[in-house]
């Protein structure tokens, strides 16, 4: 696991929303990126994660449309044969947390198991990422996102 992922493990919903908040969107994501879900304060944040990583989600994989590649659609990776399903679109737009900048994950119009699903993601250093998992308007977990080159 990426340091940085290690770190914020570990860390509160507050500390996790600083970082977040100080972090510019970055470039958005292409190709496989390997996924870590926090829950944020819990002593048995570390076991989660693994637990989560093992037997339901893997990560997302990203396809970003010609030519600025600032846009296009992701799959993720669950079951523990990395099965993609779920599809989102991606976008920039406005954060729902602090209305900067941020690349929209959108569920609503591709998934109907997930449609009220957004997830806002940030690169925090290059090939990693700390996301914010919204269900409406209601936040409910975090998570991380590293590239395959950035996984040290």
């Known amino acids: 696991m990426n340091t940085a992922v290690q770190n914020w493990v570990g860390m509160t919903r507050a500390e996790l929303d600083e970082v977040y908040k100080r972090a510019s969107p970055g470039r958005v994501p292409q190709g496989d990126m390997r996924g870590t879900a926090i829950i944020a304060g819990s002593k048995f944040a570390q076991a989660f994660a693994k637990f989560a990583r093992l037997f339901a989600w893997q990560g997302k994989v990203f396809h970003l449309f010609p030519p600025e590649r600032e846009t296009g659609v992701l799959v993720n990776k669950i079951t523990p044969f990395s099965l993609t399903f ?8 406005k954060s729902w947390m602090d209305n900067k ?26 090939g990693v990422y700390l996301g914010k998992v919204w269900w409406g308007r209601t936040r409910i977990l975090d998570f991380a996102l590293t590239a395959q080159s950035a996984s040290a």
Do not use: M
């Open 101 to 126: 900048e941020t690349i929209v994950l959108d569920y609503a119009k591709t998934s109907f198991f997930a449609q009220k699903i957004r997830d806002e993601i940030r690169e925090v250093e290059p």
């Open 86 to 93: 779920i599809v989102a679109t991606v976008y920039r737009d």
